[in-house]
């Protein structure tokens, strides 16, 4: 079964730019699905930033789409998340995802914790 | 964006216990919203997609109805286990959005 799982610096400054990459296995990136990333800050919410296909076409979060870069490296079987200029507020807990088109998301990763602090 | 509020945002209720969380659209949906369920320190977990349709090895206590605008998910014996946090998503359209959570607590 398909398994994701994210990796990347659990700590950034200011003004700095966060990067994770979500390793997929157990299936392929190529395949008919969706790959997105959703966020969630210490005891809050959960907040849907964007995805991207195989084909390379994204969607983002209005709210943060100055910001975000979602790219996919099929060779590696992976997509990475990158946000610029992060803050504070910025400091979450990070998933990857996959999208079955009409049918959910699922599976998740188990999530990374990522800090924004000087 | 299409606005997802969630009631209530904290319940309390006992072990056997039937509850019911509702989720309202801010517009219709169709019926593109799924339930997931979420325990402190863990990813959340699908359990019902297209508002209806439960996700292979969820168990059978959980259900969802709706379409539109109004949408509710149904435990109908509470268990030990279904004690998390609950969010509704629409993904009618761009951008994905979550409710705002429910917080089930033991009684």
């Known amino acids: 079964q398909v398994q994701l799982q994210e990796s990347g610096p659990g700590l950034v400054k200011p003004s700095g730019t966060l990067s994770l990459t979500c390793a997929v296995s157990?299936?392929?990136?190529?395949?008919?699905?969706?790959w997105s990333w959703v966020r969630q800050p210490p005891g809050k919410g959960l907040e849907w930033i964007g995805e991207?296909?195989?084909?390379?076409?994204?969607n983002y979060n209005p709210s943060l789409k100055s910001r975000v870069t979602i790219s996919v490296d099929k060779s590696k079987n992976q997509f990475s998340l990158k946000l610029s200029s992060v803050t504070a507020a910025d400091t979450a807990v990070y998933y990857c995802a996959r999208i079955e088109a009409v049918a959910g998301i699922y599976p998740w990763g188990q999530g990374t914790l990522v800090t924004v602090s000087s | 964006a299409i606005q997802m509020t969630q009631s209530p945002s904290s319940l309390s209720a006992s072990v056997g216990d039937r509850v019911t969380i509702t989720c309202r659209a801010s517009q219709g949906i169709r019926n593109d919203l799924g339930w997931y369920q979420q325990k402190p320190g863990k990813a959340p977990k699908l359990l019902i997609y297209?508002?209806?349709s439960l996700q292979s090895g969820v168990p059978s206590r959980f259900s969802g109805s709706g379409s539109g605008t109004d949408f509710t998910l149904t435990i109908s014996s509470l268990q030990p286990e279904d004690f998390a946090t609950y969010y509704c998503?629409?993904?009618?359209?761009?951008?994905?959005?979550f409710g705002q959570g429910t917080k089930l607590e033991i009684k």
């Open positions: 297209a508002a209806s």
């Open positions: 998503l629409q993904d009618y359209n761009y951008p994905r959005t």
């Open positions: 157990g299936g392929s990136i190529s395949s008919s699905n969706w």
């Open positions: 991207i296909y195989h084909s390379g076409s994204t």
